[in-house]
């Protein structure tokens, strides 16, 4: 009798761990809503309390997105969260590329395809490659992980199953990354754990030309755009295929984005100014116009530079703070040619200015 009891047990404790193991496994069976529960806010909904929430966004991006315009529905959530979001997404110590893997992992064991793919859009733009971001849904023993990508992929699952960073993990991390950063690791895991949470059992759907999850065999080079500008003084540069062209300001030749808002870069040609034309001084004047439309501008470095032709430039990094509120590092580079200022301007959130020295390095003027 006990024998066929514990029989029983067995086949019990069987069933029920391949049911849930089945429902709560990373695999496609997991339930995930297709339309909201609670459905974001369109503009003309938004109170005086949201529309002042949601500006800083809006003026940055040209739009709000679902997450932010379901979010807003309760205002004192959405402030108190921005303000920790902006810091994890924009003022931590982790290079944006190290996040970047740690979200994009943390999103795929939520099964969260709008997380994913708004961070595959903000992964490209700092770096990320297509494969890449396929190989993240494959873990940390996939090929091709340097042991610290590995380990980042790693604490991330550790995270994820047990609450909980090993001792193997942390020591591989701590070769790298000083206390902060460490502490970031745990935090920016944390806080898109809860933000894949909200997003799967809000409901929220992604925007049209949001990707979802990366298929088996669709992982490619991230392709490139040639600008040609006929002059004078003609150039040409090349910039990711996931950037869009955006409307031209006064003097611009060139803007264009990331599909998210950021990184974004626009290139200028005007005649120099007769006081304060040179190209020494361009980094003061380009500051005040960021003044325009930020706070705390900041000119942290300028130094000569070359293009690719070998022509002089001088390069300065500008450190400001868009609407008061999201931190920006801007690369400005002015060249003049045949009596004309020509500037580029990159903007990015968070400190790697890489994606955008990358676009540089393809500048070439005829």
């Given at each position: 009798?006990?024998?066929?009891?514990?029989?029983?047990?067995?086949?019990?404790?069987?069933?029920?761990?391949?049911?849930?193991?089945?429902?709560?496994?990373?695999?496609s069976?997991?339930?995930?809503?297709?339309?909201?529960?609670?459905?974001?806010?369109?503009e003309?909904?938004?109170?005086?309390?949201?529309?002042?929430?949601l500006a800083?966004?809006?003026?940055?991006?040209?739009?709000?997105i679902?997450?932010?315009?379901?979010?807003?529905?309760?205002?004192?959530?959405?402030?108190?969260?921005?303000?920790?979001?902006?810091?994890?997404?924009?003022?931590?110590?982790?290079?944006?590329?190290?996040?970047?893997?740690?979200?994009?992992?943390i999103?795929?064991?939520?099964?969260?395809?709008?997380?994913?793919g708004?961070?595959?859009?903000?992964?490209?733009?700092?770096?990320?490659?297509?494969?890449?971001?396929?190989?993240?849904t494959?873990g940390?023993?996939?090929?091709?992980?340097?042991?610290?990508?590995?380990?980042?992929?790693r604490a991330?699952d550790?995270?994820?199953?047990?609450?909980?960073?090993t001792?193997?993990?942390?020591?591989?991390?701590?070769?790298?990354?000083n206390e902060?950063?460490?502490?970031?690791?745990?935090?920016?895991?944390?806080?898109?754990?809860?933000?894949s949470?909200?997003?799967?059992?809000?409901?929220?759907?992604?925007?049209?030309?949001?990707?979802?999850?990366?298929?088996?065999?669709?992982?490619?080079?991230?392709?490139?755009k040639q600008?040609?500008?006929?002059?004078?003084?003609?150039?040409?540069l090349?910039?990711?295929?996931?950037?869009?062209?955006?409307?031209l300001?006064?003097?611009?030749?060139?803007?264009?984005k990331a599909?998210?808002?950021?990184?974004?870069?626009?290139?200028?040609?005007?005649?120099?100014?007769?006081?304060?034309?040179?190209?020494?001084?361009?980094g003061?004047?380009y500051?005040?116009?960021?003044?325009?439309?930020?706070?705390?501008?900041?000119?942290?470095?300028q130094?000569p530079?070359?293009?690719?032709?070998?022509l002089?430039?001088q390069?300065f990094?500008?450190?400001?703070?868009?609407?008061?509120?999201?931190?920006?590092?801007?690369l400005?580079?002015?060249?003049?040619?045949?009596?004309?200022?020509?500037?580029?301007g990159?903007?990015?959130?968070?400190?790697?200015?890489?994606?955008?020295?990358?676009i540089v390095?393809?500048?070439?003027?005829?």
């Amino acid at each position: 009798m006990r024998s066929r009891r514990s029989l029983f047990l067995i086949v019990l404790v069987l069933f029920v761990a391949v049911t849930f193991g089945i429902a709560y496994g990373q695999d496609s069976t997991r339930i995930r809503l297709k339309e909201p529960r609670i459905a974001p806010l369109g503009e003309q909904q938004w109170t005086e309390q949201q529309q002042k929430l949601l500006a800083p966004v809006k003026n940055q991006t040209g739009r709000v997105i679902n997450i932010f315009s379901t979010i807003v529905r309760n205002p004192l959530l959405y402030e108190r969260w921005m303000a920790f979001g902006i810091y994890i997404l924009a003022e931590q110590g982790l290079p944006p590329r190290d996040r970047e893997i740690l979200i994009l992992r943390i999103g795929w064991l939520c099964q969260s395809e709008y997380e994913f793919g708004q961070h595959t859009l903000v992964g490209k733009g700092v770096g990320l490659k297509d494969e890449e971001i396929f190989r993240i849904t494959k873990g940390p023993d996939d090929s091709g992980w340097s042991r610290i990508d590995a380990a980042l992929i790693r604490a991330t699952d550790e995270l994820h199953k047990d609450a909980f960073i090993t001792d193997a993990t942390w020591k591989t991390l701590s070769e790298r990354y000083n206390e902060k950063q460490l502490m970031d690791i745990i935090f920016t895991v944390g806080q898109y754990n809860l933000v894949s949470m909200a997003l799967n059992s809000l409901g929220v759907q992604r925007e049209p030309g949001v990707p979802g999850f990366p298929k088996e065999g669709a992982a490619a080079a991230q392709g490139k755009k040639q600008f040609a500008y006929a002059g004078p003084p003609a150039f040409v540069l090349e910039y990711p295929d996931s950037f869009e062209k955006d409307p031209l300001q006064p003097n611009e030749v060139l803007r264009a984005k990331a599909p998210g808002g950021v990184p974004v870069f626009e290139i200028l040609v005007f005649d120099p100014p007769k006081e304060g034309g040179k190209l020494e001084d361009h980094g003061k004047n380009y500051a005040k116009l960021l003044a325009t439309q930020g706070t705390e501008v900041k000119i942290l470095s300028q130094k000569p530079a070359k293009l690719k032709d070998g022509l002089l430039t001088q390069e300065f990094t500008i450190e400001w703070k868009y609407n008061g509120t999201f931190p920006i590092l801007s690369l400005v580079v002015a060249v003049m040619k045949e009596n004309k200022m020509v500037s580029f301007g990159g903007h990015v959130m968070g400190g790697d200015l890489t994606p955008m020295r990358e676009i540089v390095q393809t500048w070439e003027f005829k």
